[in-house]
């Protein structure tokens, strides 16, 4: 079992950026790949980002390349997600996500939320125009 707790979160302005950190507690962080996933209201809960087991590989939805970028740091049990130029439409309850399954980073369906087995509880990112 995995606990995952974001933070971060808040209301700004367009442009302005952002940083989110989601802290886990109870296994062996470095065993999970770690994914970022966003719920804007109305829409349906989307792939942001995610990060291998060692931080070496990355991978990003097309909304966000560019703009954004997911980190870790093993030894603080902690996964970062650095929100740059932030627009209107990145508005939404940002979550983030852990599993221990390779295969879907391997065959490239890491954009899937039942690839995930742990999930927080979200954090509000609001950004205004």
């Known amino acids: 079992q995995v606990q995952l707790v974001e933070s971060g979160g808040g209301l700004v302005q367009a442009g302005d950026s952002l940083r989110l950190s989601c802290a886990a507690s109870?296994?062996?962080?470095?065993?999970?790949?770690m994914g970022w996933f966003r719920q804007a209201p109305g829409k349906e809960r989307e792939f942001v980002a995610a990060?291998?087991?060692?931080?070496?590989?990355?991978y990003y939805a097309d909304s966000v390349k560019g703009r954004f970028t997911i980190s870790r740091d093993n030894a603080k049990n902690t996964v970062y997600l650095l929100m740059n130029s932030l627009k209107p439409e990145d508005t939404a309850v940002y979550y983030c996500?852990?599993?221990?399954?390779?295969?879907?980073?391997?065959?490239?369906?890491?954009?899937?939320?039942?690839?995930?087995?742990?999930w927080g509880q979200g954090t509000q990112v609001t950004v205004s125009s």
């Open positions: 996500a852990a599993t221990q399954r390779a295969s879907p980073f391997y065959s490239g369906t890491y954009y899937n939320e039942p690839t995930y087995d742990y």
């Open positions: 109870g296994r062996t962080f470095s065993n999970y790949y």
């Open positions: 990060i291998s087991r060692s931080g070496l590989a990355t």
